[in-house]
């Protein structure tokens, strides 16, 4: 493969509202022997916290080629800040394709240019629910279970244990909140207009959501769906234990670690808190010798120093990474965005020990959305305990 | 307007006409948006800097400007070019009628009304009743313009983006003659006269409320047709794109650019579009911080902006003599 | 009826949240004539010293107190050092600093402690909880009103008080009387950090340590400031407290949560129009 | 006499504009020295060269020291006091508590609170008006507080800005009396700037009179009163 450069971008613009992808290019132009990764994410800004997602792949870069790139070739990561603003976002992306020879990042303000142009735009980070449209977005692959997947899974669970719900909801006001909510809504179905007895929400510069919570509350509802970013999740736990308020509590998946949620709220204001995982979480004792979650921390201590081992930000960027990793190792000397997209779209029971047991990776051409599989778990004022059966959710 | 100065502006004008032909298209992009943003600065600076009164909130005129391009493309399928007047029409009343109220406002409480607009925008473009037409939280994607079809027919070939940029091109120069007719003319003397001698220019028979609303008026429609460019350019508008670090990033534009200066309009623009990125390169860990290091060592070398600097270089070429604007008559 | 109770409690607790930031807003006014933005972040990054000080071992109130001290340390040479030589630039030129200082303290902080939220404790004891506000959310409103108090005293019957107050109006005549109107500024500075570093320390515990923990408040402090009048300290409070309130009745009971602040910030600059100086501030030019 | 204050050769300038261009004089213990000119003639800027209120060059000796160069508040401290051109009064603090601004870098309480007595004392007024914020006072009353505030300072010179203006003849009667009884009790020594220059050169023992940045006659009161010059040029007779 000598003579040739492969660039690849995996853009990952990681945050809620304005989600990432990875794609490649193949530029025959070149002689170095490199695949370029490109990536936008917020460093700075209000949605900074997400940048942990993006110094995280960096460092599992690093480690890649430690060990000698993939194929022989080493990774060049370049990674810009977007600082979560939309024009930001389109010039960096462009700024990546354009100048750096990447390939084209996108979120929402770029989705469809991006298509246009057939860049290869692999494991969005969020789990908005467009970024698994294969047929409209054939060059968008997302990565985590979407949104509405997982909010149809609580609601299939509610109809089965609890016909008979008043439930109520708080989520942040933004499409993430949104994207839930409807999923949550389709999943209830015909029910949903009655089971529903009310709804809050909020955003993000509220300082807090005690006055949401005193509303539903009042509701009399007795589940309570919680679709909240970290601070206001245990802000939402405590405040709803405080008030004597009992439900039974489903919380989203962005939001259940031990760590830097659970803890914070108060971990006996969170007993019977029901949510879904597909990665282990590093603040869970469950995982404190499982051999995946120790190279992770091995891999923290060498390459990551300077991050937060209780960050799940970090695990996340380090399964991604791992991903798209195993990715590139299957498009061989074939780097052309027609194979990556086309390996990208055959991952066969892919698993990284990162990963909740029994959860695996599969993708295929009418398939973009690699994890479909979640469990449910409780927790039982220790850790979570998973029950019931790993969910394969077929929309 | 002297002779030298006419020179330069001729051979910026030639430069910015000859830029696109050398640049990539990224490049011609990021341009574009330098001009967007020094045509929404020298709306700003019309209101701050001319006439004195302090607003923390035109990203909300610059929020209107590109949402109501956006809606008339998405919606009424109106042609990209078409949006602009309106969206400027619509800043200008909009900008007319809060200025009324504001006119009751002095400084920080002014600044207080413009910044509470700010802080409601993203919630007001977000809100359920109007999202039949903003689209909610999602925003509206729009299509990038492709050249006019008779430019192909002449023979001249343009990418999209190196069209787009002479459409914002020549808007910017139209809307920068007309900015410098209106602040070197009566209008321009009256504000000033407003932002200095407030009671005296009532003497003079100034009436200062209907200047002061105006110079609200004229300033949101400069701001709203860049946003209406802006978001043309960018092909997306979304309400978070339009929070109150947008206008406040227009304040640094214009302080570090140059108060009550033309000129400044296009440094801050330069500032705002290109600092960030150079602080995103020099660290990954805090660009912010970079950028804030930036920001202040700007103002300490120039606290009059860079148009300020300018001019005192030049002043002291020709004179020989500093002046201090400490030492200044009391 | 006990809901609209219980949305009042709760918008005290929250309005004791603004109401503390605010009066380190009047604080810095008071003693410059300037808002300064970076004031939030000032607070956060104290709140973080004062985490670093309880984890290491420190106990509460000695890691309280040698955070006040330091933060009073810290903003005395924020003024010397980063607004001292700007102190003749236009007024726009010195925001435009503040906004420097904003962003640098909000990047580093999140450098050095990370973006993912810590718990802060709380000193207060259960017994002060009542029937709808938690011990902490209690405590901090006691705290907010006695800083208050001690600020009221200091500048009303101190001589070091008055000189601030004359510095800021006045830095001619002050001289004049042998004020050293630099330290003063730089006095004021520390005090306003220092009031900060409590709000920070009694914001904390209730909605979480983060870097991005005061952006939110500082918006609500800012409106508060203002509807009490940005010179009263007394002001600041009450407008912390009516915001709080109003913000929840709006939100629980007249337009819902998402126009709630669009409304109340539209009331409070209504109230403006009719009463340009704020509730309880004096008539005054003011600069921003 | 002993000199309490010595100027010599001072200049000062606003930006590229010099204003003074060398004056010099000398003022005694326990005198009252007017100083008398045209509007511009350099007078204010005379008295705030002497506050370290512009930049200056040249040399100013008070009590011994070279104070040219100095702060305005380590002047202040020293023992000047300055009731400035237009006031200088804290416009939003209360009577009292202008008052005890004047006194700030003093230590001594208990004199202090005397002295604010004092004040009342030889202005009523001020008394009743106490507690009132100082902006709500009429002109006449705050000159008055003016004055006081300055000699709150304990100074032994104090440097009076055209008391008289804008004030009427009979509160300026009023107000000079009262500033001759301080001199003659206190021990305070004046530099008075006015424009009514038949009455400071009743109030005062010496004067010069500065025309364009330069002092062009000085002597005692009586023989610049003499002067036919100065009798044309101020007093208009």
Redesign the interface.
Known sequence: MKGRLFTIAALLTVAL?FPALAQKKYDPGASDKEIKVGNTNP????A??Y??I??SI?AYFRMVNDRGGINGRKLNFI???D??????T??MA??L???DQVGTPSN??????MNAKKVPQLFVATGATKWNDAKSFPWTMGWQPNYQTEARIYARHILQTKPNAKIAVLYQ???Y??DYLKGFEDGLGPQAQKMIVAK?????????V???I??LK?SGADVFFNITT??FA??AIRAAY??GWKPTHYLNNVSNSVG??L??AGIEKAVGIITSAYVKDPTDKRWANDPGMKAWRDFMAKYNP???T??PFNVYGYTVAATLEQVLKQCGDTLTRENVMKQAASLKRFRIDTLLPGITISTGPSDYAPIEAMQLERFNGHEFELFGEVISNEQ | MSKKLVTVTILLIVLACVLPLVL????T??AT?VLVYAIALLGLNILTGYNGQISLGHGAFYAIGAYAAAMLMDQAGMPYWATIPIAGAVCLVIGFLFGLPALRLEGLYLALATFALA?SM??IL?AHFLEKWTG????I?I??PDPPAWLAAAGVKLSADQWLYYFVLAIAIVLFIAGWNLISGRVGRALVAIRDHHTAAEAMGINSAIYKSLAFGVSAMYTGIAGAL?AIA?????P??F?V?LSITFLVGIVVGGLASLSGALHGALFIQFV??I??ELS?????AV?GVFLIGFVYLMPTGVAGALRALTRRRSSGKLLHPKEALP | M??VL??VL??L??GG??ASLALALVMIYQATHLVNFAQGEMAMFATYIAWSLVNAGVGYWPAFLLTVLIAFVLGVLIERVVIRPVENAPVLAVVVVFIGLL?ILN?VA?WIF??????FPSPFPPALGIRYM?PHQVGALLVTLIVLALLYLFFRFTPLGLAMRAAAQNPVSSRLVGIRVGWMLALGWGLAAAVGAVAGMM?AP???L???MM???L??AFAAALLGGIDSPGGAVVGGLVVGVL??LL??FVIG??LK?VVALVLIVGVLLVRPSGFFGSVQVSRV | MTALLEVADLRASYGATRVLHGIEFSLGERSITAVLGANGAGKTTTLRALCGMVRTEGEIRFAGQRIAGRRTEDIARLGIAHVPDGRGTFLYLTTEENLRLGAYARKDKRAVARDVERMYAYFPRLKERRRQQAGTLSGGEQQMLAVSRALMLAPKLLLLDEPSFGLAPLVVRELFGILRAINAESGVSMLLVEQNAAMALELADHACVIETGRVVIAGTAAELKRDDGVRRAYLGY
């Open positions: 509202a460093y700075s800004g209000p900074s916290a940048g942990a993006g110094k960096a990674s810009y800040d600082g979560y603003s939309p024009p930001k389109v010039e462009r700024k394709v354009e100048q929402t303000a770029i989705h469809k240019y006001n933004d499409d909140g949104k809050a929400s909020y955003e993000v510069s509220e300082p807090t005690d006055s949401q005193l509303q009042s970290p601070k245990a802000q405080d008030s830097s949620v803890k914070p300077d991050g937060d209780s960050d | 990539t298209n990224y490049r992009f990021q948006l802080v993203p919630p977000k909610g939280v999602q925003g994607v299509v990038k802006g960018v092909q997306f508008v979304a978070d794109s929070t670090f960030p990125n602080a995103d990954k860990a805090a660009p912010w950028f | 006990e809901a219980l949305q709760a918008g607790a929250t949240i603004y962003v990047s999140g990370t973006y993912t939220i810590k718990s938690s914001v209730i909605v979480y983060d870097p991005n952006s939110g408040i918006l609500y913000e929840n939100g629980a949560n998402e602040l």
